[in-house]
């Protein structure tokens, strides 16, 4: 389903949202995440897909593999633990630590004490359980009935104690938060309730970091259109925020896509507030598996995004498939318009200046990319959206799109990507490899 946000607006970015989220804290966050040993060296790749592009008869489609952003899998690693660095300067400010030294631990005789708690699908506990590790301080995750054991066991690799409920995320997050109250420790999450802004507001600020990278790797290209998947909203906040505050009313169309049964924030542009889903929650993407929009950020979301898209299962599952598949033949992918034009097509942002595609199409093909349920949901919504033609064309996905996609995780669960793509995650890796080398 796809619903058009009639809030959106073309305005510059507002002074109260840029005193909560601004790109000043996002390059700070940047840089004291560069000392962090769990994250590898450099922006994670942006690459251009130009095979798929000519199929659905667009000017360009990239993609930013966050797959390929530590040995945790996911551009989560970007939130949780800047969240964490900000708690414990907030806990602390007498010692003087030093941001940067914290995730090297430097400090961990003096947090011995301090335990912190989430509730998560996967990716964001899993986070903050390795940067809990890397700080020296004591972590609890709390899972629901859905969560998986590999992922289980993930999580307990990086330390954590682990605390199993019945029921799905949402009530997770209640019950990490009496947990906390409890126990004396402190919230990390990546959902805003009552009480937990400040927190939320450091997890989503740190996803700004995507597209801080972009702007540095592809200075030449305004996208036109991003596809951001979407649970309680915290990542197409951070992200939305910056472009909103860097391009102002010339920033890319926003379409966020959530499962069809898990459509919180589509209900949130419905309601014109935060907003809960009328489905199950339930959903093979298992980090959208949200329930209940984050208040903090829908206050983001209820201007800068336009357009709200709901996915099936099965088409998350394709997704995951093109994505593996590369330019290999054989991929279904039926073209919605007439063929793409060449690189030379060049893309008008709305009201700014024309300014030529990166890259084009001439770059040997799609690259093969790992990417879980959770990770192609992006794609997904392009796919479903290039299916219905008028649809397409409503959202302006015509011969002269740029358009991009966040692969927000790799297999993390890697017998799920087994099972759901038909190979194993190592394969699709060397085929990547083998890929690049040959360019």
Not at 421 to 430: D, H, I, K, M, R
């Amino acid at each position: 389903m796809l619903y058009r946000n009639p809030r959106a607006v073309r305005l510059p970015y507002p002074d109260e949202l840029r005193a909560i989220m601004n790109m000043q804290r996002a390059h700070e966050g940047r840089a004291w995440l560069a000392r962090w040993g769990r994250l590898n060296a450099g922006a994670t790749p942006l690459r251009a897909l130009p095979d798929l592009a000519a199929r659905l008869g667009l000017g360009a489609v990239y993609v930013k593999d966050e797959a390929a952003r530590s040995s945790l899998g996911s551009f989560k690693v970007l939130g949780a633990p800047l969240a964490l660095v900000r708690l414990i300067l907030r806990l602390f400010p007498q010692q003087n630590f030093r941001p940067e030294a914290l995730l090297a631990g430097d400090y961990a005789a003096a947090l011995q004490g301090l335990t912190v708690i989430t509730a998560t699908d996967g990716n964001h506990g899993r986070s903050l359980a390795a940067a809990a590790q890397s700080v020296g301080c004591g972590c609890v995750i709390v899972l629901h009935a859905r969560v998986s054991a590999e992922r289980e066991a993930a999580i307990a690799a990086c330390g954590a104690r682990i605390v199993r409920i019945a029921g799905n995320y949402d009530d997770s997050v209640r019950e990490a938060a009496r947990l906390a109250a409890e126990n004396g420790w402190q919230v990390v999450s990546d959902t805003s309730y009552s009480g937990h802004e400040e927190i939320a507001r450091d997890v989503m600020q740190g996803y700004a970091i995507l597209p801080a990278e972009i702007a540095e790797q592809a200075p030449a290209l305004r996208f036109s259109h991003v596809f951001l998947q979407a649970g309680v909203g915290a990542l197409p906040a951070g992200v939305a925020a910056y472009w909103w505050e860097q391009y102002g009313a010339q920033r890319p169309e926003l379409v966020i896509v959530e499962p069809q049964q898990a459509d919180c924030l589509l209900q949130s542009a419905r309601a014109g507030e935060a907003a809960a889903t009328r489905g199950s929650v339930d959903s093979v993407m298992a980090g959208l598996a949200c329930g209940e929009a984050s208040p903090l950020a829908w206050r983001f979301l209820r201007e800068s995004a336009q357009w709200f898209l709901t996915v099936e299962d099965d088409d998350a599952v394709q997704a995951m498939r093109l994505f593996a598949r590369g330019s290999a033949a054989g991929v279904d992918v039926p073209p919605t318009f007439a063929p793409a034009a060449s690189a030379s097509v060049t893309h008008c942002p709305p009201k700014g200046g024309c300014r030529p595609p990166l890259g084009g199409h001439a770059t040997g093909g799609d690259v093969p990319i790992v990417a879980g349920e959770s990770g192609a949901a992006g794609l997904a919504g392009l796919l479903a959206l290039c299916r219905t033609p008028e649809e397409a064309r409503s959202v302006g996905l015509d011969e002269h799109a740029q358009v991009l996609l966040i692969n927000t995780e790799g297999a993390t669960a890697p017998s799920v990507y087994q099972q759901l793509t038909g190979e194993a995650p190592e394969a699709v890796l060397s085929r990547q490899q083998r890929a690049l080398a040959a360019r």
